[in-house]
């Protein structure tokens, strides 16, 4: 069974940073493309970030030039490294692999002041 476990949200001041982690397991991590999400409250979930096998990447336009995704295949392990954070970007954050599959408990990001 695959399973997803997000971490690293936090409560953060307007212009912080913030490095997520996303540990997968029961999938064959390396040969999926991998994407973050994520959900504010009363909104749809959106995606925030991918990453593809040969380590290409994918950014919505509120996440460029703020956000790199990365990962790591020895360790199961997609991170999101979050600079100058935003008050719009406090939500739940959630990764998962392309396609999706079931979702994770997510990671709560606060940004304010």
């Known amino acids: 069974q695959v399973q997803f476990v997000e971490s690293g949200g936090n409560l953060v001041q307007p212009g912080g940073s913030l490095r997520l982690s996303c540990a997968a397991s029961?999938?064959?991590?390396?040969?999926?493309?991998m994407a973050w999400y994520r959900q504010a409250p009363g909104k749809q979930r959106e995606v925030v970030a991918a990453?593809?096998?040969?380590?290409?990447?994918s950014y919505a336009d509120s996440a460029k030039g703020r956000f790199t995704i990365s990962r790591d295949n020895a360790k199961n392990t997609v991170y999101l490294q979050m600079n100058s954070l935003k008050p719009e970007d406090t939500a739940v954050y959630y990764c998962?692999?392309?396609?999706?599959?079931?979702w994770g408990q997510g990671t709560q990001v606060t940004v304010s002041s």
């Open positions: 998962n692999q392309l396609p999706n599959l079931g």
């Open positions: 990453i593809g096998t040969s380590s290409d990447t």
């Open positions: 029961g999938t064959i991590f390396s040969i999926y493309a």
